[in-house]
């Protein structure tokens, strides 16, 4: 299936050819260091290699190549485009993302200690730097996945540059909680916001159709998962810490919410209940962790920009405009929520019974707006984010200049790192959507309350 719409840059053109000798190499550096760009040569067997990644797409297959970095050759890896909309959106001879099994027929072969690459067209963020800033800034509350950009060269041809973005797997798990045990869930993608938690009954095949369980089978995890959906259903406001704390780490769930609200995750629980992860650790506890948050800041007067959530069709409203959704956004899913997007936008929402739940209770309730405060004061600020968004432009603004098959134009680039807080790019963004917040009632209320320290 060629899927796609085309590329928004114009027809792509060829890149330059490049060979391993070509380039620097950087055999002691780890692999998601994000002061260098790294090259991956990958050699398929065959010209034709897109049209049979097309064909497995919605497979269990991966088309072998041999991968080259630093140097060193890795035969038999195994290949695959990913993503949804980042891939239907996309059309044949565009930049489309790969997913790379390093140990597809060896395995003890890795590479940097990683058995799983993923490398992410950045569709509809223009800055390809939005996942690794929000990265940065949600790394300070919660376990996430690591992130930098290297640049990839397919059969000799240079693809340009891609968003570099670490699995959560059983690896990612090692060293954010130092244990490789326990059960991942991915909630993917859902524009019928049914992955909210909400309890679907005693039947595991209910939450199989909703719930991707990425660790190996388990009824027991699945049980686990059933009753944190059925607590979260019946629980009441004071008995959510004395019952769900014993199966949920509610700080963290916390977190989770006002980081995805502060920076408008497009792609969030907040407004499609989906695009999260879900950790049961050895312990019983329930960990929810942000996932794939490459739509976070984005103007949703971009049109195209936010793919299916963060703008989509319709300009600034995605599907259906506001639809009576605080903030904007769309109750249903498709659609972003811009600057004014409300802090209590789930406060009270049945259908998002992690929010509504824990916001019921007024201590929760404070603890959540004090993390929502303290995000917005500190990273929205344009005196700390600036300084991030520039060090990152440093390193790929060359690449990105030069690269063939890119997805924005250079110009859309140039605007999305402009570093004027009363511009249209991600600082721009962030500077309103930081005095929306902290001139929301509910965040002035708090007075000189202490605000809850990060880790």
């Known amino acids: 299936m060629p899927g796609g719409f085309g590329n928004r840059n114009g027809t792509p053109k060829a890149g330059i050819a490049l060979s391993p000798d070509d380039v620097e190499k950087y055999p002691d550096a780890p692999f998601y260091d994000q002061t260098i760009i790294r090259t991956l040569f990958l050699t398929f067997e065959n010209d034709d ?7 497995f797409r919605y497979t269990d297959v991966k088309v072998a190549a041999t991968l080259v970095v630093d140097g060193k050759t890795y035969p038999n890896v195994g290949v695959k485009f990913r993503g949804n909309s980042s891939y239907m959106m996309v059309s044949r001879g565009s930049k489309r993302s790969f997913g790379i099994e390093m140990d597809m027929a060896d395995s003890k072969q890795n590479l940097g200690g990683y058995e799983n690459l993923n490398l992410l067209n950045s569709n509809g963020d223009a800055s390809l730097m939005r996942a690794a800033l929000s990265g940065e800034i949600e790394g300070q509350y919660l376990p996430m996945a690591k992130v930098n950009w290297v640049r990839v060269v397919v059969n000799g041809e240079s693809w340009g540059l891609y968003v570099n973005m670490q699995q959560q797997d059983k690896q990612f798990l090692k060293e954010q909680f130092d244990t490789k045990k326990g059960s991942r869930w991915k909630v993917p993608g859902n524009p019928n916001s049914r992955g909210s938690l909400n309890d679907m009954g005693e039947d595991i095949a209910a939450y199989r159709e909703v719930y991707e369980l990425k660790s190996k089978e388990d009824d027991e995890a699945w049980a686990s998962l059933i009753q944190l959906c059925k607590t979260l259903d019946a629980v009441k406001p004071d008995e959510v810490e004395s019952k769900l704390g014993k199966i949920l780490d509610i700080d963290g769930a916390l977190r989770f919410l006002a980081l995805e609200n502060v920076l408008v995750n497009s792609d969030g629980y907040w407004t499609r209940a989906s695009d999260y992860m879900i950790y049961l650790d050895p312990d019983g506890m329930f960990h929810i962790l ?166």
């Open 49 to 55: 290699w897109e049209e049979e990644l097309e064909d």
């Open 290 to 455: 942000p996932y794939d948050t490459n739509e976070v800041l984005i103007d949703e007067s971009a049109g195209f920009g936010g793919g299916f959530g963060g703008g989509g069709f319709g300009g600034g409203g995605g599907f259906g405009g506001g639809g009576g959704f605080p903030g904007g956004g769309f109750g249903g899913g498709f659609g972003a929520g811009g600057t004014t997007l409300d802090p209590l936008v789930v406060a009270e929402r049945a259908d998002r019974p992690l929010a509504s739940r824990l916001l019921a209770v007024p201590e929760l309730r404070t603890r959540y707006l004090q993390y929502v405060k303290e995000i917005a004061e500190k990273w929205l600020d344009p005196e700390v984010l600036g300084p991030m968004i520039s060090k990152y432009d440093k390193l790929i603004n060359a690449e990105i200049e030069k690269d063939t098959r890119k997805l924005e134009s250079y110009e859309n680039y140039r605007k999305q790192v402009d570093l004027d807080p009363a511009g249209d790019g991600i600082l721009g963004f962030a500077a309103k959507r930081r005095a929306f917040l902290l001139e929301h009632a509910a965040i002035k209320a708090l007075q000189t309350e202490k605000q809850p320290a990060t880790e």
